[in-house]
């Protein structure tokens, strides 16, 4: 079931329920859950709820009949005002995930007044992904900025006939061949590479690599690590790269299990590259091993989350360019929308490594 953080919490559930109506999960005139109903299910206070509704009524989305309920409301091409709309279907707006925030914000800043965007969550889920590609060509949106879902399942011929032709796309990340399309992404080629050797350079030669579940850029990742470590003339033990874990929700225990192992084996394992998420999440594991970072092992973390600050001591971090990449998407859409024609652009971004005490 959905979750919603406490800091924002009306923001987030209104983005939500605004989201599910736009992509057609309530069809108009659908009587809407009632504010108790709401409450309940998501485990949210029914003075959030009310005002959340409330806000939706007042722009549009819903209606209210005495006596009757909440309804939804058909939502026209009048109401846009000469106004154009771009979809933006990311993982997850959630706000402890902060790339993305940063993300939909600096694409959010760099709009024009005369634009406005329609935010989706896939939840990282391909089956969604198909439902808001629906709900935005139903929406006859202008313009589409997306992040598919990691896992890269997606059907390449259903993904090209759920997009029009005539609708121009930015894809985050990662790239679907069947869509003509520009392209923006992190260099992780490059960020794994200069975080490897950031450690391979202190004198630790036994870097453990943790991969993403996004198989290009496992690909990309493993590249950028065999590339240090054949710059610098070491050998590379190919056994040191393992992959994220399978489980997302809660701990995966075989994965934990595997992972706290290679860490006890001090003399195999003197540094360690992976997300600051996962690091964090399963940052039990370095104390159940004993290791003292960064005495007997140097971290350097990928993304730069509020997690690299919240572990102790802080994370040395190559930070994922989120602010770079919203305002450079927002442009191009908008330049495509408008009718300007150059080539299809095909972008790897990366940012400086940020020293801390890892």
């Known amino acids: 079931m959905t979750e919603f953080k406490t800091i924002g919490k009306s923001k987030q559930f209104y983005d939500f329920l605004k989201s599910e109506i736009l992509s057609g999960e309530y069809k108009p005139n659908d009587k809407f859950p009632s504010i108790r ?26 209606y209210v009949e005495q006596g009757k309920g909440t309804f939804v409301k058909e939502v026209k091409n009048d109401r846009r005002k000469g106004k154009k709309m771009i979809g933006v279907m990311f993982f997850d707006f959630r706000l402890e995930n902060n790339i993305e925030a940063t993300m939909f914000n600096s694409i959010q ?6 634009y406005y965007l329609i935010p989706y969550n896939t ?11 629906r709900g935005f060509t139903d929406l006859e949106v202008d313009g589409l900025i997306l992040v598919p879902p990691a ?10 006939s759920l997009i029009p032709k005539n609708i121009p796309v930015v894809f985050i990340n990662r790239k679907i061949s069947s869509v003509p399309a520009d392209f923006l992404g992190m260099d992780f080629e490059t960020a794994t590479y200069i975080a490897v050797k950031h450690i391979l350079q202190q004198g630790r030669q036994n870097v453990l ?3 993403y579940s996004s198989p290009s850029i496992s690909e990309n990742m493993t ?16 056994n040191l790269i393992i992959d994220w874990p399978k489980i997302n929700d809660g701990i995966d225990n075989r994965f934990k299990e595997k992972y706290t192992n290679i860490l006890k084996k001090k003399q195999y394992v003197n540094g360690l590259v992976a997300s600051d998420i996962l690091i964090y999440k399963y940052r039990k594991s370095l104390h159940e091993a004993n290791r003292e970072v960064p005495k007997d092992l140097s971290i350097v973390s990928i ?3 509020v997690y690299s600050r919240f572990m102790e001591p802080p994370l040395t971090t190559v930070p994922f ?11 191009i859409i908008i330049d495509r929308i408008e009718g300007k024609k150059y080539e299809y652009i095909h972008e790897y971004i990366v940012k400086d490594l940020i020293k801390r005490k890892s």
């Open 321 to 331: 360019p989120s602010a770079e990449i919203g305002q450079k998407a927002v442009k």
């Open 209 to 211: 690599l943790i991969r």
């Open 123 to 133: 939840y990282d889920d391909v089956q969604n992904f198909y439902k808001g590609l």
């Open 223 to 238: 590249r950028g690590y065999i590339k240090a470590y054949k710059e610098l003339g070491v050998p590379v033990d190919t």
């Open 109 to 114: 800043e760099n709009l024009k007044d005369d």
């Open 151 to 160: 896992s890269e399942a997606y059907d390449q011929d259903i993904v090209r």
């Open 303 to 305: 993304n730069d989350t």
């Open 37 to 62: 109903e709401l409450a309940q299910k998501y485990n949210i206070s029914t003075v959030t709820v009310n005002s959340v509704i409330s806000s939706l009524v007042a722009e549009g989305y819903l």
